[in-house]
């Protein structure tokens, strides 16, 4: 990996958005290790269940831009996780291919893949009695031989992540004593501890409250601020996708019906056909403002 | 949100400070051991002073610390690598020197038993924590993916069809189970396994072979074949000598190291299976991989002592209890928690009749390790609200 700055690529980034992400910021701080921001592409992806007759996402692409975070919205059922699903490898793809950095992700070695994409699922689950260092340790997985022992480079890595997902305070507790909101942040800490530059998130904050909402936030602006990690984050909430992405992907049964800046997406049109809510949308200076006003009831 | 990740270097201290083998120093694991070590010392001594020829504990203690044995390298290899590879390794070819009575007695009769039962102990335990952690349920035992129900068919195959086998049923059981395994893997298998599918091959496994296994029994004519049978399928440490030693203890030597190598495997199969693979784990590759460590680990215990119920079940439950779910931990727990128990079971097997009846029987260790297994099970379900899920 070489070490070039971030903004070469960033300019190669079509359609990018109002600039938002200050990668100038963060280059001047003489980013660690600074990799180039990852392409993420999924072409033509066909993605289904094993005992499901048709497909959930049926030939689409999506491409995250580098360095930047994407967001994925919909509906329930609209197959974002899915497709965050099958951008992970987690699904195979009936039909298509992911590629990262022009590479194949099914074709590449397990661990080498990885260390270069990282996943967090929306439901984890680990024994009780595990303390959350342990757990970020077990970050460091794919980094480490059959035998190795922990380096000195693994060790700041789980410093940072702790540091990173703020979960410092809670290093030596058990994970199975934790909120629910602290239990997220221990797997975040875990996933960052991973080092990749490639981050899929999938529903980071449901089921958390306003504070630990607000914590994950500020880990992914963190992440979209200060390092050139390409970060898709499927969302429920699409103020908080707006306030958060540098893109937006809508999708409804499947197919992404928009995708594009968040202004360009947080639209009473889009909210009406892809959500089938009625909505007023205000801009203010924190992204777009939604209130709900009824659900849609035709078709 | 301050500086976010440039923090490093000095906080290295913490993990690195213990070294490599710095979790070993655990206190609590480290007082497991010790009471395990007691309880197999303890059980030891009684199994050496008590017997048709009854010594003082006294006596017991003498003999078993003989010089005459202890000090000598050639008597030590005998027994361990038996006679013919002492004489290629030492080199020495005239009559050893002549051993007393008592130590005679206490080394050539009852001290290879304790060390079989502490063998199966390891073999058992360990193999139950693999499985219990591959299968992700904490009432997985090494004989959930069909192993015992494939040995114990093979046992009475050959001891009702082909009794000229009979020489050869130690590794004829243990190669049944592995057999068994690789079936049950098989049914399994549908672009690959899943915990759930594992278990329920194993169960289907099971039920045909051990319904095989129990029609064999109408065709056995004779009843010191039935009651053979039965040694082999609850097991039995009756009759074992240094040549089970011998047998067991390579492959016991292997499956702990590969047990051991494979903990931090271990570990991460139990954050699931979608975690695992996220971190770049070849999942299906590992679960073979620590399935076949784990079969190997119960076939060598099969091999010696036959089908021993409950301990590789609630071995790996006691030690997770005692020292936490790290799997490095918990596997070095179970290879003192497996022979305590199992040399403590062996002694009711042994004396307890004895002691009960007055009778000069034993019974089968299998017996001894279920009657306390079975308890023990009970008194979990009521402590613990979640049983099941690991």
Not at chain 1, 142 to 156: I, L, N, Q, S
Request: proline share 4%.
């Amino acid at each position: 990996m070489s070490t070039e700055h971030v903004d070469t690529t960033r300019t190669d980034a079509t359609d990018g958005p109002d600039g938002s992400n200050a990668a100038g910021g963060s280059a001047a701080d003489g980013e660690p290790a600074a990799a180039d921001a990852s392409d993420l592409d999924g072409e033509d992806l066909v993605l289904g269940y094993p005992n499901a007759p048709e497909p959930v996402i049926d030939g689409e692409s999506i491409a995250a831009e580098p360095g930047a975070v994407t967001a994925l919205v919909g509906p329930n059922g609209s197959g974002k996780s899915t497709l965050l699903k099958g951008l992970a490898t987690q699904l195979a793809p009936a039909d298509g291919s992911v590629l990262v950095d022009g590479r194949d992700v099914h074709a590449m070695d397990t661990k080498a893949l990885a260390r270069t994409l990282g996943l967090l699922s929306q439901e984890s689950s680990s024994p009780n009695s595990i303390t959350v260092e342990d757990l970020v340790y077990h970050g460091r997985y794919p980094h480490r031989g059959f035998f190795e022992r922990t380096t000195d480079e693994d060790v700041v890595a789980v410093e940072e992540a702790i540091e990173l997902a703020g979960c410092g305070h809670l290093r030596d507790r058990e994970v199975g004593s934790l909120s629910g909101g602290q239990k997220q942040l221990a797997w975040i800490a875990m996933v960052l501890a991973q080092d990749t530059d490639v981050l899929l998130l999938d529903e980071p904050t449901t089921f958390l409250d306003l504070h630990h909402q607000m914590e994950v936030m500020e880990i992914i602006e963190t992440l979209r601020d200060e390092s050139d990690v390409t970060v898709v984050v499927v969302l429920h909430d699409i103020e908080q996708a707006a306030r958060l992405a540098d893109r937006m992907v809508a999708l409804k049964d499947g197919e992404i019906r928009a995708r594009g800046a968040p202004e360009e997406i947080v639209t009473e049109d889009l909210l009406a056909d892809v959500f089938r809510v009625d909505a007023d949308v205000v801009q203010t200076e924190n992204g777009p403002r939604v209130t709900p006003l009824r659900a849609r009831h035709e078709e | 949100m301050n500086g976010g990740r440039s923090v490093a270097g000095e906080g290295a201290a913490p993990r690195a400070s213990g070294g490599r083998l710095g979790w070993l120093f655990d206190p609590k694991l480290a007082a497991v051991a010790l009471a395990s070590v007691a309880v197999v010392v303890a059980g030891g001594l009684v199994q050496v002073s008590f017997g048709a020829y009854s010594m003082t504990v006294g006596e017991a203690w003498r003999a078993a610390l003989d010089p005459a044995v202890l000090l000598d390298p050639r008597w030590l290899l005998q027994f361990v690598v038996g006679e013919g590879l002492m004489r290629s390794i030492t080199g020495f070819q005239g009559e050893l020197p002549e051993l007393a009575h008592g130590t005679l007695i206490v080394w050539n009769i009852r001290l290879p038993r304790v060390f079989v039962a502490a063998i199966v102990g390891m073999n058992l335990g360990i193999s139950g924590a693999i499985f219990q952690a591959v299968t992700r349920n904490e009432l997985a035992s090494p004989f959930i993916l069909g192993v015992s129900s494939g040995a114990g068919l093979m046992i009475l195959l050959t001891l009702v069809m082909f009794g000229g086998l009979a020489a050869f049923l130690p590794l004829i059981a243990a190669l049944g189970g592995a057999v068994a395994f690789l079936i049950v893997y098989a049914i399994a298998w549908k672009n690959g396994t899943s915990p759930v599918r594992l278990v329920l091959a194993g169960v289907i496994v099971g039920t045909v072979f051990n319904s095989l296994q129990t029609g064999l029994f109408f065709f056995a004519d004779d009843i010191g074949v039935v009651q053979s049978a039965i040694q082999w399928t609850t097991g039995s440490l009756t009759g074992t000598d240094w040549e089970q030693v011998r047998m067991a203890l390579p492959w016991t030597a292997v499956a702990v190291v590969l047990s051991l190598a494979g903990s931090r495997q271990l570990n991460l199969l139990l954050l699931g299976e979608q975690t695992a693979k996220s971190l770049g784990m070849s999942i299906e590759k590992v679960r073979f991989a620590l399935s076949g460590v784990a079969v190997l680990a119960a076939a060598a215990s099969i091999a010696v002592a036959g089908i021993v119920s409950f301990v590789g079940l609630i071995v790996p439950h006691m030690v997770r209890n005692l020292v936490g779910s790290d799997y490095k931990r918990v596997i070095v727990g179970c290879l003192f928690v497996g022979p305590a128990l199992m040399v403590a079971a062996d002694v009711g097997a042994r004396l307890g009749m004895g002691v009960l009846t007055g009778a000069d029987a034993q019974v089968p260790v299998g017996i001894v390790t279920g009657l306390i297994g079975g308890p023990y099970f009970l008194y979990l379900m009521r402590k613990q609200q979640h049983m099941g899920e690991l």
